[in-house]
């Protein structure tokens, strides 16, 4: 039993039997505390009757006589009891014989109840004793009353069976509806794991089947897009390669041939090819290492009013060169955090260099501290070409690349917000961005207060 509408279907049967069986002895348990009280009350107003009627046939006859020997036999089957009527001699008058009580209470008619002892008056002379005896099943219980229990016991059991096939059909259908969904899902998954990163599911509820459905399309998404990164990885770590490696290349074969001096500009020209590919080294270890938890973090108290003053300050030349200004806002008081310096500094670096390379000539970069509440507060602004508002989600994952051929351009192999993403994680803290294509980009690092 392997399918999910099945073990629904056996756990809808069995609350079904359970409930059954429950309401079985539950009615059963109530008649037996209950139901005696009732039979009491009924065996006192039936003697009654029987000691009247008797009465009433010796006061008319004024004696004994046949017509108590026909009548008894009937009063018997009517109450439901075995009588016997005996005189002041002690001989009996008339009873009821076994074959009318077997007749009354079928072969397992048996004694009910104590035998009660009437006797009979005729206005102040006692004339006789009644024993009337309570007749019922082998348990002792009246035979109407054991009919009356037999039937809804009958009731209980058809309700139960009538519910277990209701149950049945229902989970069923209760079952089909919940797992085709799930099926659907499964089919999906078995097409992604095949290579099909595309296939996706349909979400037709809000409960939890349908959060399931959400949280299966977004997987879905996630590994279409990782796996869109994955494919390019190669063309663009080849491009990052080829391009410095041919252009040594040539210069050393032009210096080979003798076509070529190898003056200083030359030489400058290698070493700035050189210095890039070991740029992309650099960041794909710093990447792996960072992704497999093996950085060294050393956290201490250090203060991002410092931090940031250095790295605006060894930045600035490069700004200048390319005429773009730059500005740093401190707050007024120590901006405390426990942190790993140098990760710290490799953040603001590599955000403010972004923030170089893609604003142009007379442009304008700030660093800006804030304070606020328990956490501490980093922006870095520019006005440059800015992030089209589609790209903000993605900008953070590995060799994702804003503008391909742009960014090849500028020497960027999409690491660099990666890596600045996992070390603000790293350090509990939280980064965003902000941007307007053609307007500027803006990025916002908030992280907890040393206390």
């Keep these: 039993m392997n399918r999910l509408w099945q073990k629904l279907a056996l756990n809808f049967v ?20 209950r139901f005696k009280s009732y039979v009491k009350e009924r065996q006192a107003i039936n003697n009654h009757r029987i000691i009247q009627t008797i009465t009433n046939i010796y006061e008319v006859h004024g004696s004994w006589s046949e017509e108590l020997t026909d009548l008894l036999p009937q009063l018997g089957v009517m109450s439901g009891v075995s009588l016997k009527v005996l005189d002041l001699d002690r001989n009996i008058v008339a009873e009821t014989s076994s074959e009318i009580e077997s007749m009354m209470m079928g072969e397992n008619a048996k004694v009910a109840g104590e035998t009660a002892v009437i006797p009979i008056v005729n206005g102040a002379d006692r004339v006789g004793d009644v024993y009337i005896t309570p007749l019922g099943d082998i348990y002792g219980v009246p035979g109407e009353d054991i009919r009356f229990r037999e039937s809804i016991n009958r009731l209980l059991l058809l309700g139960g069976g009538l519910a277990a096939i209701v149950g049945l059909l229902l989970s069923y259908f209760i079952s089909t509806r919940m797992t085709s969904p799930l099926e659907r899902m499964t089919e999906a ?10 296939e996706r599911v349909e ?28 494919r390019n990885l190669t063309a663009d ?5 080829r391009t410095p490696l041919a252009s040594i290349r040539s210069h050393v074969e032009a210096y080979i041939d003798g076509v070529m001096e190898p003056t200083t500009e030359n030489i400058r020209s290698i070493h700035e090819e050189t210095m890039r590919l070991s740029r992309l080294v650099e960041d794909l270890g710093e990447l792996a ?10 956290k201490t108290k ?15 030349p490069l700004f200048e060169e390319k005429d773009v200004k730059i500005e740093l806002s401190k707050v007024s008081e120590p901006l405390y955090v426990k942190a790993d310096a140098d990760k710290i500094y490799q953040i603001l670096f590599n955000l403010l260099h972004n923030a170089l390379k893609f604003t142009s000539l007379g442009g304008k970069a700030e ?33 994702y690349r804003v503008e391909k ?37 803006e990025f916002k690092i908030v992280m907890p207060l040393f206390t």
Excluded: M, P, W
């Excluded at 500028?410 to 790293?426: M, P």
């Design 237 to 241: 770590i080849s491009h990052e390669l």
């Design 405 to 441: 051929s742009r960014n090849r351009s500028s020497g960027g192999a999409g690491i660099g917000l990666t890596v600045v993403k996992e070390l603000v994680d790293i350090h509990k803290g939280k980064i965003s961005v902000d941007s307007e294509l053609g307007k500027g980009t």
């Design 367 to 399: 660093v800006r501290l804030e304070k606020n509440g328990k956490n501490a507060l980093v922006y870095i602004e520019d006005n440059g070409i800015g992030i089209d508002l589609e790209e903000h989600s993605s900008i953070f994952e590995r060799f």
């Design 289 to 298: 290492r960072l992704e497999s938890d093996k950085v060294n973090i050393v």
């Design 14 to 33: 069995a609350v079904a039997i359970a409930v059954t069986i429950v309401a079985l002895l539950a009615v059963n348990l109530s008649y037996e505390s």
């Design 203 to 230: 979400v037709t509820s809000k409960d939890e089947i349908g959060d399931l459905a959400y949280a299966f399309n977004h997987l879905a998404v996630t590994l279409e897009r990782q796996e869109d990164l994955r």
């Design 302 to 316: 250090i203060d991002l009013n410092e931090v940031a003053g250095k790295v605006v300050f060894n930045l600035k």
């Design 189 to 198: 998954a078995k097409k992604i794991e095949a290579g099909d990163y595309s």
